[in-house]
């Protein structure tokens, strides 16, 4: 089991102790001096480095090195094995919420997970009164939490924007009914928004995610109109005017994907910073191999090229002063999320769920369809108690990889669904998927090191 992991960012050399989360930048007799699962004896050390360093570096060296085990912020122990296995014990409470308003979309992106908005199933929009239901449901099972987030999601959501306005103001009743306070996110292709709906999503909307992956020629490959025609020139002006109406306090993303035919992704995140976007999240498509926009393992040099590229350019542009924040790269280096998360990752089954338009309960939105995943409906109180014990149960120490890799803090063992969609079994993490999340992870703490050194 790795107790350490050491990386190179930009000639700099780092040390992260993976139970404490303690981040060293170190130089090159450090680095060479420390092993990723244990600290050998300074007779073996001597032995192996004579022919670069001297004895007295070395010895010397070691005593700051020792000076950090001592303290346990360097081979320091794992405290959170027992604290997983007693939280399957534990009551869930649904702290969040997709609700799939629309299983239809009027856009047809190449890549889409949701089958084009229909799930594998049929194209059906939710009515206002499935919604309320679902808001009901949510609120019941959220036990003591008090606050409770609402992903409107789709397909494309707008397509029932007079079904949204009619959920959300029966959630601001209830939500004071019921000393809850429901926080609404939406998820939009953009193609609907006009100065009424943007004026509606900002008042309402706690956040707001809106779909555009990068430059013209990439956008319009991929996310296309059902004539075959591209969406950038009609959606670019209209996502603009959204974020310019959105004040600091007020959260959005441009956010994007990147496929097999554009591996130089980056280029994508920068042309979205100079379009003036200072939110942004372009994520890996995950799609079967054989599909031609999958990203294969021989992709993969060039993607790291890419992170790469984006940790040197948001250094340069913190350093001028007009920086921009990218999701994946968003990480806490002073301890981050609470154990219990970095244990188990986003929640889903158990912490969160997706209903859809029939009222259908599932673990997440990337099962909806999966008539195996299927938790129960909001129209009865039945629900299958096992699905949320095997998500509770599908955290880091029952996943043998996971167990083993540097970064099982940080990820929680990779997403539930990537696992299970590409080897049935969501303790078998999607390879592919975890080689780029450790990269983007140690492109993070290189960055977020180097900006609070400053």
Known sequence: MALIHKFVQDGEMYVIDVNSGSIHIVDELVFDLLDEDNLKSKEELITRLKDKYSEKEISEALEEINE???????????????????????????????LNIAHDCNLRCKYCFADEGEYKG??????????????????????????????????????????????????????????????????????????????????????????????????????????????????????????????????????????????????????LADAGFDEISVEPVVLPAEDPLSLREEDLPKIFEQYDKLYAEMLKRHKEGNEFKFYHFNININGGPCVYKRISGCGAGHEYVAITPSGDIYPCHQFVGNEKFKMGTIYSDELNTEIPKEFKNAHIYNKPKCKECWARFYCSGGCQANNYNFNKDMNTPYEIGCKMQKKRIECAIALKSKIMSK
Do not use: W
Request: overall charge negative; hydrophobic content about 35%.
């Open 68 to 98: 950090l085990v001592s303290e346990e912020v360097l081979y320091s122990e794992d405290l959170y094995e027992n604290i997983a296995k007693k939280s399957g014990d534990e009551p869930s409470y649904i702290k969040a919420l997709c």
């Open 122 to 271: 049929k194209r059906e929009i939710m009515t206002a009164e499935v919604g309320k239901m679902a808001i009901d449901f949510v609120i019941k099972h959220s036990g003591p939490r008090k606050n409770i987030e609402v992903d409107l999601f789709g397909g494309e959501p707008l397509l029932a924007f007079d079904v949204v306005k009619e959920i959300v103001e029966y959630a601001k009743g209830q939500e004071k009914e019921h000393n809850k306070n429901i926080r609404f996110t939406m998820t939009t292709n953009a193609t609907l928004l006009n100065d009424e709906i943007m004026d509606y999503l900002d008042k309402n909307m706690g956040n707001i995610v809106l779909s555009i992956d990068g430059r013209k020629e990439v956008n319009d490959n991929v996310r296309i109109r059902r004539d075959g025609t591209g969406s950038y020139d009609a959606i670019l002006p209209k996502i603009k005017k959204m974020v310019e109406m959105r004040d600091k306090s007020k959260q959005y993303y441009a956010r994007g994907t990147f496929t097999r035919n554009n591996t130089d992704f980056f280029e994508d995140i920068k042309h």
